[in-house]
Structures are given as C-alpha cells and as structure tokens.
C-alpha cells in the first residue's frame, strides 16, 4: 500500500523567502508518480509539479521546484521567493505508473502562511 | 485550453436526498477520477473512470456510484445522504494510458462543495 506523510501541519515565510514543504513517501512499487497541488481557500486544487520515479533530475515549474530523493522516499517542495499569493494548503501525492490507473493517494496536507 | 469544469459549485441538500455532481474535464483527457475531501479524513479516492467504465474504486459505501458519458463527461451521484456525507467533492481529469509522461499528470476542477442538513 502506498502512504504519504507530510509532517508539517503549518508553516511560517516572510514575503520573498524561500520555504521547504516536507513530504515522505512509501511505497512498493517500483513506478510511480508524486505530486504537489496547491489548495486556496476557494478549494480548487492547482497542480504545481510533478515528478517521475524514473526521473533523475529535480522537476522545476518556475519557482517551485521538487526535491526528489529516491534512496530516502522523500519528495520536498521547494518554494523560491515567497509571494502572499502562496498562501495556501500544499498537498503531496502520488500514485503508481504500472497500470494506468489514475488513484491519488494524498497526504494530510501543510499550511503555508506567507506574511509581508 | 479550459480547465475542469464541476458543476454546481455549491449544493445544499437534506438527509435521505439523492445528489448529482457533474464533471466536464479537459478537451482530449479520456480518464475522470473523483476523491471526497472532509477535514476528518483528507483526501479520498472515491472512483475512477475510463471509456464510459469504471476500472477503479475506492471504499466507499454503493450509495456512491457514477459513469462516464461517450464525451468524457462524468457525473457522481450519491444516494440517501447522511450527514458525513457533507465534503468537497473534487474531480481531476487526465490523458491516462502508461508509457508516456504526459499521461502521468491529473489537473483538479474547484470541487462541488455538498452541505447535508
């Protein structure tokens, strides 16, 4: 079975820093997939980034980045230069490649507050 | 490119009612999955779709149930409601299939937010 742990319920940023959102996986799969989305207020969720177990190097979308480390079964979220707009939940997720199916498993989930 | 697309955004109803939620993902996407998100339990998966079938679905009880139209469309229906049945149902859309990484990306809609009274 697969399972994400994101030990962070909250966390802190000044405007323009940067921030790290944990997130621990497992699995045993030997293919999958993990994701960061983003949750507002409003509830919809915004896909941030993704990341293929087959990847070697760090996915990066602008100014977020995922660091991807395989050996310990964690996939960070790096967020570059803060904005208030980021406030938000930031959700992990992943899901395995080998059959197609499209299950997130998703983990609880860490609240960014970003302040001026 | 629009996005996905789940109506209505709100929805009251009362214990007993039977509820239907519509999803309309993104041109070309051939897989609908919808998860229920509840404070108490996060993020769920309730049931995945995939050429008008359902290949996959979570553990939730037959009063959830859905299909997939011939456009893709899907909608979610869910019966005699309780009041845990009281979320945000969310929908994601994806291109699906394997081997390719462009099918490996799910995009969400804003979710159904239902209230059981």
């Known amino acids: 079975a697969q399972k994400i742990t994101q030990t962070q319920p909250g966390m802190f940023v000044q405007e323009k820093e940067a921030v790290t959102l944990d997130c621990t996986y497992d699995t045993s799969d030997q293919s999958y997939g993990l994701f960061w989305y983003k949750q507002p207020s409003s509830g919809e969720m915004i896909f941030l980034i993704y990341q293929g177990s087959y990847d070697e190097q760090n996915a990066t979308e602008g100014r977020y980045s995922l660091n991807f480390q395989k050996a310990r079964k964690s996939a960070n979220l790096v967020i570059s230069a803060s904005q208030l707009g980021d406030s938000a939940m930031y959700f992990c997720a992943m899901r395995e490649l080998n059959t197609g199916f499209q299950k997130l498993v998703f983990g609880t989930g860490t609240r960014l507050l970003v302040s001026p | 490119k629009a996005g996905v697309t789940q109506t209505p955004r709100y929805l009251i109803k009362t214990r007993g009612q039977q509820v239907t939620l519509s999803c309309s993902p993104i041109s070309g996407h051939r897989s609908v999955s919808w998860y229920q998100q509840t404070p108490g339990q996060g993020l769920q998966f309730l049931f995945e779709?995939?050429?008008?079938?359902?290949?996959n679905k979570g553990n939730f009880p037959g009063r959830f149930s859905g299909r997939q139209f011939s456009n893709s469309r899907s909608e979610m229906n869910v019966s005699t409601l309780e009041l845990g049945d009281s979320a945000l149902y969310l929908c994601?859309?994806?291109?699906?299939?394997?081997?390719?990484?462009?099918?490996?990306?799910?995009?969400f809609g804003s979710g159904t937010q239902l209230s059981v009274l």
């Open positions: 994601a859309s994806s291109l699906a299939g394997t081997g390719n990484r462009a099918n490996e990306k799910l995009f």
């Open positions: 779709y995939f050429s008008e079938t359902q290949r």
